[in-house]
């Protein structure tokens, strides 16, 4: 993984070279008040992160200092999401509660220093005492009680002879103090309350400021970060640490907090949800807890991922969810089955076949290096999604209609030949007629068909439940409750999968053909019962109805229709788009992107001009040039369309494999550097001779021996395994097609 050094790591750096630390030393430390949510991954992240790069070490710190709100339950989700997200801690957890002696005996030393004292001012008081940010606060009378004296009252409101709120420990610093912060800090409150772990033995609790920076003393922590709104409690941190003369300790640094939109993040919000039944517990796959994000399907990799890119800042900002989005979807793309499931059924009744046959398909399109396939039964009963129809088409509709063929996915075309509906006019059947020798990669049919839609046999499929869902908040900047989507969740009873998916275990994720990503609910789902929640749709649904807005009002605006979305297109656009799909081969929604785009497809019209490579080059420009060209015009880019097609000869040529080559664009985007210098520098070459690739593929079926039995007593599944450990062994540098050649001969 590459990571541009953050301001963190380079204090880390410093801190390390001068000696000031031999080891990195952090901390997380949550309070056990509620789930850990999205930001607090990314103070995961960082922490551990930091710790893990320069070979420190992490503790896992409950900062449980207020009896009334903590729970045992949070403390093991806390503990849960910091291994799922890939983490580990030192020894065991730590508890701020275990340190109340120590933190105790160092109030007791302040007291003898004259640096703190027992305050008996009522609140009200005490807050009109305390001055504003323009005018300086005073001293309560109680400040000049004798050392004896505050030990005493002390030593009693620990005991509990005093009622809450009668009495406080303050720490005597500057009531005039710019910070406000510094004007007499609460150290102690009486609280007669259980508490979770410590029991009924203490009758006063440490605040925050006194607690955190001694616990992390204590604790021998190097770097204490935290996020912004901490800043001004640096001051206190300091004074505390420095009054008690205490060498060797931890400094504080402070990070801008996460904000992400349509989302709140705040353990009391979402502990409302919890309580006023707006979502199911805490692990609801619309929440954004890291229970919930695990349970609707997101991957550890795919939060790491977000967490890495949103990089660390010093300054607070909002995050689009849809870059959320993008993560788990990149993540997945490279790693799930395409199965086929039909949402809302229509069935098909193909007149002229009899039988049934099995069709063999694989599980991942060709630009994934990872192998497997199953059987899909076939014969003359299938389901399609209702939409996939269409009795009036739209100009531009691209699937079955009355005049239309289409190609079932994996299997053949069919013709429409006669619609059945009730007597209310709703159609309930399709009859249709199949061309034989129209079969998927052996098609000699000649019939030109514009889209091939999933389907389902209807004997063979199975009912399952699909639960998709939509954003949790209609609002972008939510505040709380009154701000519910109520319509987040929308539960389909009466979906239909191929046989083959339920074969497998639950917790296991898919790709559902046109649909999006799903996983079978780790909770929910049963053999009886399959349950799939819906993890993110294929595309970002979202940014694409803006652009629809935009377009449509232009003039004489034709209308395209792509998976299940009707755009608008002008005649250019519309011209561009079927030069695009006819003479070039793309498929439509390549197609669309480039065409809708001026910018886009000019730019690759010129990098056509220097490479004849229609296919590659589209590919390269509707993802990554196009994510540059949101924001910028061409001649803002670092890199020119003929560098663009330097990089896609390398793909052509196999010297890079397409990951690598986004590697590589990464680089050019920053530096517009040559493709091919970068290539050399960073030595990404692809490797492809098989004698480099035999020793690491032996070494990996050597180190395995559980997978390499399991996969020969017929877990084909497992390749994938192995194709995945031998490109991270060698940093995604192995082409793919040689890696999965050889390891079918080796495993054999
Ligand atoms: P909340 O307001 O959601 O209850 P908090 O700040 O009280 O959160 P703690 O449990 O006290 O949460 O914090 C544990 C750690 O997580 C702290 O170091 C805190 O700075 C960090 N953290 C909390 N929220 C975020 C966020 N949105 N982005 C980054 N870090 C966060
Ligand atoms: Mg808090």
């Known amino acids: 993984m590459s990571k541009s050094k953050d301001f963190l790591r380079t204090i880390v750096e410093e801190d390390l070279k001068s000696g000031k630390y031999k080891e990195v030393v952090t901390r997380f430390p949550p309070e056990p008040n509620g789930f850990p949510h999205i930001g607090h991954a990314k103070s995961i992240c ?136 510094m004007r007499d800090p609460l150290m102690y409150r009486i609280r007669h309350a259980h508490h979770y772990r410590a029991g009924d033995e203490w009758s006063v609790y440490p605040m925050y400021d006194f607690a955190h920076c001694l616990s992390d003393y204590i ?26 003369g205490l060498s060797l300790r931890p400094y504080q640094h402070e990070f801008a907090r996460l904000g992400i939109n349509y989302t709140v993040m705040s353990k009391r919000k979402l502990l409302e949800l919890v309580n006023g039944g707006q979502v199911n517990g805490w692990d609801d796959p619309r929440m954004p807890t890291i229970a919930g994000y695990s349970r609707r399907g997101y991957t550890p990799e795919s939060i790491r991922n977000f967490c890495d890119q949103i990089g660390i800042a010093k300054a607070n900002s909002m995050v689009d969810v849809a870059q959320l989005e993008f993560c788990i979807r990149d993540d997945l793309n490279t790693k799930v089955p395409r199965v086929m499931c039909v949402l809302d059924p229509l069935k098909v009744t193909i007149l002229n076949y009899e039988g049934t046959e099995e069709l063999n398909a694989s599980y991942y399109p060709e ?53 059945i509906k009730d007597s209310d006019g709703n159609i309930v059947e399709i009859k249709a007629e199949y061309s034989p020798d ?31 869902y939509d954003r949790l908040f209609k609002d972008e900047a939510p505040q709380g409750l009154e701000d519910v989507n109520p319509d987040s969740l929308h539960v389909i009873k009466n979906a239909f999968i191929e046989p083959a998916v339920i074969t497998q275990k639950p917790d296991e994720r898919f790709q559902f053909e046109r649909q999006g990503y799903f996983y079978a609910d780790p909770v929910d789902y049963t053999d009886v019962k399959p349950v799939f929640n819906k ?121 890079i494999s397409n990951k690598i080559a986004k590697q590589v664009f990464e680089e050019m985007v920053k530096s517009g550097e040559e493709p091919i210098k970068i290539v050399e520098a960073k030595g990404l070459i692809q490797i492809s001779d098989p004698s480099k690739i035999s020793p690491i593929i032996d070494e990996i079926i050597e180190k395995n021996p559980d997978n390499v039995t399991k996969f020969r007593e017929g877990n084909t599944k497992l390749l994938g395994f192995f194709v995945g450990q031998v490109l991270k062994a060698t940093g995604g540098k192995a082409n793919p097609k040689v890696v999965n050649e050889l390891l079918a001969q080796k495993l054999k």
């Open 46 to 181: 960082i922490n551990f992160g930091i710790a893990k790069d320069y070979d420190g070490h992490c503790n896992l710190r409950m900062d449980d200092t207020n009896p009334t709100t903590e729970d045992t339950k949070y403390v093991e989700a806390l503990k849960h999401a910091v291994e799922w997200l890939g983490f580990n801690w030192k020894d065991n957890v730590r508890f701020t509660s275990d340190y109340f002696p120590q933190i105790y005996n160092y109030a007791i030393e302040l007291i003898k220093m004259g640096k703190a004292y027992v305050d008996s001012t009522n609140e009200e008081e005490m807050r009109s005492l305390r001055g504003t940010v323009t005018e300086p606060g005073r001293r309560s009378k109680y400040a000049d009680r004798s050392v004896e004296e505050n030990l005493d009252l002390f030593e009693r409101m620990k005991k509990g002879e005093f009622k809450d709120g009668e009495h406080v420990l303050r720490a005597k610093i500057d009531m005039s103090a710019a910070n406000m912060k």
């Open 535 to 655: 993890i993110v749709g294929l595309k970002d649904s979202y940014a694409k109805k803006k652009n629809t807005v935009e377009i449509t009002p232009k003039p004489q605006a034709k209308k395209v229709q792509i998976d299940g979305e009707v755009v608008a297109m002008s005649d250019t656009e519309q011209t561009l788009f079927d030069k695009y799909t006819n003479e070039l081969k793309l498929n439509s929604e390549v197609a669309n992107t480039l065409a809708r785009d001026e910018k886009l497809s000019s730019f690759y019209e010129e990098s056509l001009a220097t490479l004849n490579s229609p296919v590659n080059l589209a590919n390269i420009v509707s993802n990554e040039v196009a994510r540059e060209l949101k924001e910028k015009q061409i001649n803002e880019l670092k890199f020119n369309a003929r560098q663009i097609a330097a990089l896609v000869k390398m793909i052509d040529d196999e010297t």
């Open 367 to 419: 630009d994934v290096p990872k192998e497997g396939s199953r059987q899909i039964p076939f014969s003359k009963e299938i389901y399609i999604e209702r939409d996939d129809f269409s009795e009036n088409p739209p100009k531009g509709y691209f699937r079955l209609t009355p005049e239309q063929p289409v190609r079932l996915k994996h299997a053949y075309i069919i013709t429409c030949k006669e619609i």
């Open 219 to 244: 604790e021998g922590v190097s770097h204490s970060i935290c996020t912004l709104e901490f800043e001004n409690n640096r001051d206190v941190y300091n004074w505390v640490l420095d009054t008690l």
């Open 438 to 468: 129209s079969k998927s990669g052996q098609d000699t049919s000649g019939i030109k068909v514009k889209s091939a839609i999933q389907w389902v046999d209807i004997k063979e499929a199975r009912k399952v439940e699909v639960r998709v």
